[in-house]
């Protein structure tokens, strides 16, 4: 038995008695939590982010809000009500002092206080260490399960903000009541589409209030008539609004079937409440989501046992349902509504005296280390490895058509892709006009299906050019197909492409544009199946060099012609010219796994091995994303260790692809298993594997017949028995 010397013990006893302990481990937590959000940088998940920035730039140049769409050449005109315009005036005011940079802090900023608030819920200074376990762990499970949301820079974030501050005041605070006004009225302008959930709250807590006041009970502290005007002024701040009664119908306005194509709107599959997954860790977000959501269902009848269940917070969980049923979005909403009710469920492990000496007693502080500081740091450093480029990555948005149609300076009308509608309208000039965005409380179902139809159907398309005559198209790269619909219209002809769409130029319009521009060698939506090694094909590929480096020049940050340029020059042995390329893309996209496997294949082709391989090893952390990639690094890194004599390291590496067993796996790459086994002295898995290749061989493919049989001689002596056998007997 470990006996632990006295003195240790005091200090330990005297560092977890000190009644800034925890403070200590949640003051470390919110660093961890900010150097985390604070490095990451504005990822496009969606382009919501810009066409707010677009709206706030709209405002600020004329001075009143946006009532129509006026980055559209939708017809007839479409107008509506701006609900959050002061979200938009705030965030544009941020970018236009700070950029992306500034961006980043403000929604750490806002992230934080809403943590902060979640905090200051659960974990109360007069409770027992069960109690400030149990609160700082749900503190720690609900800040979590905010991650996804909390990073995009949407008006939500002020929502999920001033739904906890509401709870805060009314649970814990109701001397700051006279609070809630003004809070109303910021909710209302900055994401106004949210007022049902603040009249939810209040309501909730007023008919806490006049059930006790019927049932002649104890009015709990606050419940005054001070406090009533107070909440049912705040019910009336959805008046203090630009469009004073405007903001009522926008809820029930929005386009009827989102859910039918907005991902984030598809409701909540209730099957996938009770799937979890502890690694990798990034995957406790959802999982502590899920975690959250059978607590509070569970809170009830822990509460009605206690006799602990209250009006309010029946009355918030209930609502909160019909959240999650409509949309699974609204996750996020209902597990912040259900914090006043696991908090009640809970609270009385937190009441009865403890025993201090007991276990549980001494080892509570070591746990809160694990809850406050190790699952947060594993989740996040898990949730948040490869960073991409910082501050902002241009990642699934359209950044180079928006450069080169800029450059063109021409104007026009863009028959364009939804999802990226909100950028391509905050990052082209005034000239140009796009269909629509994702806004679906200012477009309708009809507009998404005319849109997103125009694209994939010929019959469509040909209505919507019609009608609207555009001058450019720019659509998905990933619509390979589009390139057989488009074809049946010769007047648009493709002129550049980035690394998310593919741009087409109408003839009619600007065929100067055209002559000069477009593109004859290069098939954008073909890029992943050029062979590069093919002989012969090199006069072909000679001419997609050229014209990649011409679109380089346009748009020199580009993954997909850097990728190009770099992977015709390494096929053609040229390393050190391959090097600049593939640095490029790691400068531009350090989150994948292409520009690190190109920058190593030039550093093994000069030799320098070690190099090498460190960039192989970072090309598999980030994701090998086809067997083809996966292929072609597992065997180079094969190659690299064995130019450095490190046979063992080699026969591990290729071995981390080929799997002998696996039906698919090819003879030949068996055999260089075999042999690579051999080298690294493995020779009872060197003959099983030449054994099990010897199986698969064709009978046409003597070079390897001999190469396998040759070495089975040499490895094998009861091999060499058997051969002599079979000789013998096909004699006879």
Not at 90 to 103: E, T
Not at 128 to 149: C, E, W
């Amino acid at each position: 038995m470990i006996t632990i010397p006295s003195s240790y013990r005091n200090a330990y006893d005297w560092i977890t008695n000190r009644r800034y302990y925890v403070l200590s481990l949640l003051s470390i937590f919110f660093l961890i939590e900010i150097g985390f959000f604070i490095t990451w940088p504005i990822v496009g998940y969606d382009t919501d982010l810009w066409y707010h920035l677009s709206g706030g730039k709209y405002f600020q140049q004329h001075g009143t809000i946006a009532g129509n769409a006026f980055f559209s050449y939708i017809t007839p005109p479409i107008s509506w009500y701006n609900y959050y315009w002061l979200f938009q005036a705030v965030i544009y005011k941020v970018f236009q002092l700070a950029g992306y940079h500034g961006l980043v802090v403000f929604r750490c900023f806002i992230s934080f206080l809403t943590t902060l608030f979640i905090c200051l819920f659960f974990v109360r200074r007069n409770e027992n260490r069960t109690g400030l376990l149990i609160g700082v762990s749900l503190f720690i499970v609900f800040s979590i399960a905010l991650t996804h949301r909390e990073l995009v820079v949407r008006p939500h974030l002020f929502s999920y903000l001033f739904i906890v501050v509401f709870l805060y005041i009314l649970e814990w605070q109701r001397d700051k009541i006279w609070i809630l006004p003004f809070l109303g009225v910021l909710w209302c302008n900055l994401h106004g589409i949210e007022y049902p959930v603040m009249i939810l709250i209040v309501l909730a807590y007023l008919a806490e209030m006049y059930y006790r006041e019927w049932k002649k009970a104890a009015p709990a502290p606050g419940d005054g008539k001070r406090a009533r005007w107070i909440m049912i002024f705040t019910i009336y701040t959805i008046f203090f609004t630009p469009g004073i009664i405007a903001l009522i119908k926008v809820p029930f306005d929005a386009a009827m079937y989102q859910h039918l194509y907005v991902a984030e709107l598809i409701p909540l599959q209730f099957n996938s409440i009770f799937s979890f997954s502890l690694l990798p860790f990034s995957n406790l977000v959802t999982s502590f989501q899920r975690v959250l959501i059978i607590l509070s269902f569970c809170s009830i009848p822990l509460c009605l046992c206690r006799k602990r269940l209250r009006i309010s917070h029946l009355i918030l969980f209930l609502a909160s349902i019909v959240l999650l049923i409509k949309h699974g979005r609204f996750i996020y909403e209902f597990i912040l509504l259900s914090i006043p009710l696991i908090h009640s469920a809970l609270a009385p492990a937190s009441q009865p005296p403890e025993n201090k000496r007991g276990f549980f007693h001494k080892t509570s502080p070591v746990l809160m280390i694990i809850v406050v500081i190790v699952i947060p740091s594993l989740t996040y450093s898990s949730h948040f490895r490869n960073r991409p480029e910082y501050p902002f990555t241009r990642m699934n948005l359209p950044t180079g058509v928006a450069k080169f149609m800029n450059g063109l300076d021409v104007g026009g009308r863009i028959l364009n892709e939804a999802n990226t509608g909100g950028y391509l309208q905050w990052a082209l000039n005034e000239k140009y006009k796009i269909f629509m965005d994702m806004e679906m409380s200012l477009f309708s179902d009809q507009d998404f299906a005319y849109m997103s139809n125009a694209l994939t159907n010929e019959n469509t398309f040909r209505s919507f050019v019609l009608k609207y005559d555009p001058s450019f198209v720019s659509v998905s790269i990933n619509r390979g197909y589009f390139k057989g619909l488009i074809a049946k219209f010769s007047q648009f002809r493709p002129v550049f492409f980035d690394d998310t769409e593919v741009l087409y130029v109408n003839t009619k319009h600007f065929p100067n544009i055209v002559s000069a521009y477009e593109m004859k060698y290069i098939d954008p939506f073909q890029i992943g199946n050029i062979n590069y090694y093919a002989t012969e094909t090199r006069a072909k590929i000679a001419l997609v060099f050229a014209e990649a480096l011409r679109l380089r020049e346009l748009y020199p940050e580009g993954r997909n012609t850097n990728m190009i340029l770099a992977n015709i020059l390494l096929a053609d042995n040229h390393y050190e010219k391959t090097l600049p390329y593939a640095e490029e893309i790691i400068r531009r996209y350090p989150e994948m796994a292409i520009g690190h496997g190109l920058k190593a294949g030039a550093l093994a082709g000069l030799g320098r091995f070690e190099e090498a391989i460190a960039d192989y090893n970072r090309a598999i952390e980030r994701g090998l994303t086809t067997e083809t990639n996966a292929g072609s690094v597992y065997r180079n890194l094969h190659a690299c260790y064995l130019g450095l004599k490190e046979y063992k390291k080699a026969y591990e590496a290729l071995s981390k692809f080929v799997n002998p067993f696996n039906f698919a796996a090819d003879y030949k790459d068996i055999y260089q298993l075999a042999l690579s086994a051999a080298t690294a002295g493995k020779m009872k898995d060197a003959i099983t594997f030449l054994r099990i290749a010897e199986m698969k061989l064709p009978p046409d493919d003597a070079d390897y017949t001999k190469k396998i049989h040759d070495n089975l001689l040499l490895f094998d002596p009861e091999w060499k028995r058997i051969d002599k056998g079979q000789e013998i007997s096909e004699q006879r």
